[in-house]
C-alpha cells in the first residue's frame, strides 16, 4: 500500500539547519509530486514546498524561498527538505504528501490523497 514515512526532526537552534526525509512506497514516485506541510500548535497546515517528479515543477511558499530546498535522492524513493536559516516561526509538524502534480494551488489540501505521520521541528534557543 502506499506509505509515506517522515524522519529527520528534532530541536534546531535559531538560524540553524535541518534536512527532512520523506520515505515512499507502495507507487512508482516517478509519477507523482511530493509536497511539505506544516503545522503550528494551533495553526492550521500550511504549504511549504511542491515538487513534481514528472516534469520538475518546484513550488516555495514565500515564507521559505531562499532557505528550504526541496529534492529527490534519484537513486531511491526518497524526498528531502532542507531547511537552512530556520526561525522560531519555523517550528511546527511537518508532513509530506501526494499528489498527481503540483497544483496551480499547491496549498490546497484536497489535492492530496495521501500523508505521512508527520516529523516534529522545533527551532529554539
Known amino acids: 500500500q502506499v506509505q509515506l514515512v517522515e524522519s529527520g526532526g528534532g530541536l534546531v537552534q535559531p538560524g540553524g539547519s535541518r534536512r527532512l526525509s520523506c520515505e515512499t512506497s507502495g507507487f512508482t514516485l516517478d509519477h507523482y509530486a511530493i509536497a511539505w506541510f506544516r503545522q503550528a500548535p494551533g495553526k492550521g497546515r500550511e504549504a511549504v514546498s511542491c515538487f513534481s517528479n514528472h516534469d520538475g515543477t518546484t513550488k516555495y511558499a514565500d515564507s521559505v524561498k531562499g532557505r528550504f530546498t526541496i529534492s529527490r535522492d534519484g537513486t531511491k524513493n526518497t524526498m528531502y527538505l532542507q531547511m537552512n536559516s530556520l526561525k522560531s516561526e519555523d517550528t511546527g509538524t511537518y508532513y509530506c504528501?501526494?499528489?498527481?502534480?503540483?497544483?496551480?494551488?499547491?496549498?490546497?489540501?484536497?489535492?492530496?490523497?495521501?500523508w505521512g505521520q508527520g516529523t516534529q521541528v522545533t527551532v529554539s534557543s
Open positions: 504528501a501526494r499528489s498527481l502534480w503540483c497544483p496551480n494551488d499547491f496549498t490546497s489540501l484536497s489535492a492530496y490523497d495521501h
